[in-house]
């Protein structure tokens, strides 16, 4: 089974410091792989996507990198702000057919003044 | 105004009771899907639809029901609601992964069901 796996399950840190979310899949044959922003009792807002030739995108403060062969993507975030307190969601697509994705439970991320 | 809207944003039922969530998008994407999220438990597709004359099942379509009216328009139906099915439901559309937006994911910004 196609599966996404996210680390830590929660991570609290303090407001200005750095921090990196992991993700590992299974997923194959891979199409992109995307990280979503989730603000408490909101939808999902796209960050970050890439495609398997693709090493390393950034938006802003947030920089994910995705490694194929490992199959490993990670999200870190600069200068953490207090806005930054969200749940952050791993999301992976198969590559050919639907493309249906398949979602991360994610990490919850708390960031303290 | 919101690409993706849904209706109500929240609704207090009882067990039994007939619900239908509506999801309306004006993004023109073709693709629309309907998720429900649980604490601990991510995003779980319920239903898929990639046309209007396209409807399919996701990983967990037992006692959901839907509806494609039109290309903008995606209906989730509880036919006998039940509490377990307390949960938050986001409605979503994109277009093809050949685009350029890759096939990314849009979302609404969701209907809280309380089934008593």
């Known amino acids: 089974k196609n599966q996404v796996e996210q680390s830590p399950q929660s991570l609290i840190i303090l407001e200005g410091k750095n921090c990196t979310l992991q993700?590992?899949?299974?997923?194959?044959?891979?199409?992109?792989l995307r990280w979503y922003k989730q603000d408490t009792g909101r939808g999902p807002v796209s960050l970050t996507i890439m495609t398997f030739s693709e090493n390393t995108k950034s938006n802003g403060r947030y920089t994910a990198t995705l490694d194929a062969d490992t199959k490993q993507s990670s999200l870190h975030i600069t200068a953490s702000q207090l806005s930054d307190s969200a749940s952050y969601i791993c999301?992976?697509?198969?590559?050919?057919?639907?493309?249906?994705?398949?979602f991360g439970r994610g990490t919850s991320l708390i960031v303290h003044p | 105004d919101a690409d993706v809207t849904q209706t109500p944003r929240n609704r207090i039922t009882k067990t039994g009771k007939r619900i239908m969530l509506e999801c309306s998008q004006t993004k023109g994407h073709d693709r629309m899907y309907w998720y429900r999220q649980d604490p601990g438990l991510g995003l779980r597709l319920i239903y898929y639809s990639f046309d209007v004359k396209d409807i399919n099942k996701g990983e967990i379509s037992d006692g959901y029901s839907v509806s494609r009216q039109a290309q903008a328009k995606f209906s989730l139906s509880l036919e006998s609601a039940i509490p377990n099915q307390t949960a938050l439901y986001f409605c979503?559309?994109?277009?093809?992964?050949?685009?350029?937006?890759?096939?990314?994911?849009?979302f609404g910004p969701g209907t809280r069901l309380l089934v008593l």
């Open positions: 993700c590992n899949y299974t997923v194959s044959p891979f199409s992109n």
């Open positions: 999301v992976v697509s198969l590559s050919g057919g639907s493309y249906i994705p398949t």
């Open positions: 979503a559309t994109s277009d093809l992964p050949g685009t350029t937006s890759r096939g990314n994911q849009y």
